[in-house]
């Protein structure tokens, strides 16, 4: 078993930051690839971001100038920077982790998930 934590969400304006940490635990596995994803009251969850081992990135087209993802192998978390928050910016942001070699955007591929944080962003 993986777990995993996330914290730094919270309440902001538009146009602040936040930087969301994800913190994995439990047995010795290769995770290729550490992701978020959000989801919105009466939505689906939808990917974020993601970083391979190497640390390759994506974007969701919708982030990509504003969100930059990170990842320390050494210290097993992934952040996440969140710049110039938008109102539809707010949802509850989970962290997965995919023990597949291949990359994807898709919810039911990724291996573990986190518990969740809330992020709001205000108008």
């Known amino acids: 078993q993986v777990q995993l934590v996330e914290s730094g969400g919270g309440l902001v304006q538009a146009g602040d930051s936040l930087r969301l940490s994800c913190a994995a635990s439990?047995?010795?596995?290769?995770?290729?690839?550490m992701g978020w994803f959000r989801q919105a009251p009466g939505k689906e969850r939808e990917f974020v971001a993601a970083i391979s081992r190497n640390s390759n990135t994506y974007y969701a087209d919708d982030v990509k100038d504003r969100f930059t993802i990170s990842r320390d192998n050494a210290k097993n978390t992934v952040l996440l920077q969140m710049n110039s928050l938008k109102p539809e910016d707010t949802a509850v942001y989970y962290c997965?982790?995919?023990?597949?070699?291949?990359?994807?955007?898709?919810?039911?591929?990724?291996?573990?998930w986190g518990q969740g944080t809330q992020v709001t962003v205000s108008s």
């Open positions: 997965a982790a995919d023990l597949s070699p291949g990359m994807t955007t898709t919810v039911r591929t990724y291996d573990y």
């Open positions: 439990g047995r010795a596995v290769v995770i290729y690839y």
